[in-house]
C-alpha cells in the first residue's frame, strides 16, 4: 500500500492553489497505477483524465484556471481576457479560462480552456503570477488588439500604464520581434503608441493619489510627479522627484515587479540616477497603502541625504 501524503506532491500543489496534473506526479516519482489509485481511492479527485485536485484544497476561479492550464500541458499561458482579470485590469473576466498553447504544447483540446495556438511571440512573452504562468502585459494588450473592439484595448493599454505593469518603452522593446509584422492587431498596436509616445503621462493612478495624500495628510512638501530625469543623457520618467533636490522617490508595484522579477532592471535603472547625481528612494505599493509612517520617514530621509549631497556639490 502506498503513502499518498507523499511530501513532493504535496508542496507542489500547495504551490499550484491544490493542483497536481499527471504529468506534474510523474516526474515526481509516481506511476501511473499510482496516479490511478490515489485518484480512485485516495485524497485526490480528478477534474480532467490530467489534472487532479487535493480533496479539501479551497475552490477558487484562480483554481479553475490553473486547472485549465495545467490540462493543456507544459508551455501553456494565461492569455487574452483572462490574463487581464488576473493582471488586475478592470472590466475583464477569468473565466472562462484563455490560454495559449506554444508549440511544445499539447495539441488535444481541453474541456477547460479556450485555446489559442500563436504561430510567433515576443521574447520573452510569459512570467508567473500567484502560481499560475500568464503572458505578459505587453503582449496581453496586443492580443486584445487582435480579439477586441479597438476601445476596449485602448483603455486595457492605459490601465496597464496607470498600474505601471507597461510603458511605452517596456511594450516597443518586448514587442520589437512581432511590432513591424503584418500579424492581426498591430497597426492598431502600433497607432496606440505613437499617439501617446514614450513619454506620455496616463491618467494618476490609484497608487499614486495615495502617495501623494499620505505626504499631504502630513504635511510634507509633495514632489513632482512623472518627471524626464537622468544626467548628460536620458535615464527615464521618474515617478516623483523634488523641486529643487536631487532626490527622487519610485514606486514599485508589488504586482509587477515581484511577477517579473524585474529586480535587475530596477536595480540598473537606480544606479544610472545615482550616477547622475540624485538620491533614489524606493517604495513598495504595500508601504504605500498600508505603512504610510514609512512612506513619510523615507521621503524626510532622502530629502536629508539630497540636502547633504547638494550643499557638498
Known amino acids: 500500500m502506498w503513502t499518498l501524503e507523499v511530501e513532493p506532491g504535496l508542496e507542489l500543489?500547495?504551490?499550484?492553489?491544490?493542483?497536481?496534473?499527471?504529468?506534474?506526479?510523474?516526474?515526481?516519482?509516481?506511476?501511473?497505477?499510482?496516479?490511478?489509485?490515489?485518484?480512485?481511492?485516495?485524497?485526490?479527485?480528478?477534474?480532467?483524465?490530467?489534472?487532479?485536485?487535493?480533496?479539501?484544497?479551497?475552490?477558487?476561479?484562480?483554481?479553475?484556471v490553473l486547472a485549465a492550464v495545467l490540462d493543456c500541458g507544459p508551455g501553456t499561458y494565461l492569455s487574452h481576457d483572462s490574463a487581464c482579470?488576473?493582471?488586475?485590469?478592470?472590466?475583464?473576466?477569468?473565466?472562462?479560462?484563455?490560454?495559449?498553447?506554444?508549440?511544445?504544447?499539447?495539441?488535444?483540446?481541453?474541456?477547460?480552456?479556450?485555446?489559442?495556438?500563436?504561430?510567433?511571440?515576443?521574447?520573452?512573452?510569459?512570467t508567473v503570477l500567484d502560481g499560475i504562468p500568464?503572458?505578459?502585459?505587453?503582449?496581453m494588450v496586443l492580443?486584445?488588439?487582435?480579439?477586441?473592439?479597438p476601445s476596449r484595448a485602448e483603455r486595457a493599454l492605459d490601465t496597464a500604464w496607470s498600474k505601471r505593469l507597461l510603458s511605452g518603452p517596456t511594450v516597443r522593446r518586448e514587442l520589437d520581434g512581432v511590432l513591424g509584422r503584418g500579424r492581426p492587431g498591430t497597426v492598431l498596436m502600433r497607432d496606440l503608441l505613437e499617439r501617446r509616445g514614450?513619454?506620455?503621462?496616463?491618467?494618476?493612478?490609484?497608487?499614486?493619489?495615495?502617495f501623494e495624500s499620505v505626504l499631504e495628510d502630513r504635511g510634507i512638501e509633495p514632489l513632482r510627479r512623472q518627471v524626464d530625469?537622468?544626467?548628460?543623457?536620458?535615464?527615464g520618467r521618474v515617478d516623483y522627484r523634488d523641486e529643487v533636490l536631487p532626490f527622487i522617490v519610485e514606486i514599485q508595484s508589488d504586482r509587477y515587479?515581484?511577477?517579473?522579477?524585474?529586480?535587475?532592471?530596477?536595480?540598473?535603472?537606480?544606479?544610472?540616477?545615482?550616477?547622475?547625481?540624485?538620491?533614489?528612494?524606493?517604495?513598495?505599493?504595500?508601504?504605500?497603502w498600508r505603512r504610510p509612517a514609512e512612506v513619510v520617514e523615507a521621503v524626510r530621509r532622502g530629502r536629508s541625504a539630497a540636502r547633504r549631497l547638494h550643499v557638498a556639490c
Open 143 to 149: 492580443q486584445l488588439c487582435q480579439t477586441s473592439h
Open 198 to 210: 514614450d513619454g506620455y503621462i496616463p491618467p494618476a493612478s490609484g497608487l499614486e493619489s495615495r
Open 229 to 235: 530625469s537622468g544626467g548628460a543623457t536620458w535615464t
Open 13 to 64: 500543489a500547495e504551490r499550484q492553489h491544490g493542483l497536481l496534473a499527471r504529468e506534474q506526479a510523474v516526474e515526481l516519482g509516481w506511476s501511473m497505477r499510482r496516479w490511478r489509485y490515489a485518484t480512485e481511492r485516495g485524497n485526490w479527485e480528478l477534474l480532467t483524465e490530467r489534472v487532479a485536485r487535493r480533496v479539501g484544497a479551497p475552490e477558487t476561479d484562480l483554481q479553475r
Open 134 to 139: 500568464v503572458v505578459r502585459p505587453a503582449l
Open 85 to 126: 482579470a488576473h493582471w488586475g485590469v478592470p472590466g475583464f473576466e477569468l473565466l472562462p479560462a484563455h490560454v495559449i498553447v506554444v508549440r511544445q504544447g499539447r495539441q488535444t483540446p481541453s474541456p477547460l480552456a479556450i485555446v489559442h495556438r500563436p504561430r510567433l511571440l515576443p521574447e520573452p512573452f510569459g
Open 257 to 288: 515587479h515581484a511577477a517579473l522579477v524585474d529586480r535587475q532592471a530596477d536595480a540598473a535603472r537606480v544606479a544610472a540616477l545615482e550616477a547622475a547625481g540624485f538620491v533614489v528612494e524606493q517604495l513598495s505599493e504595500r508601504q504605500v
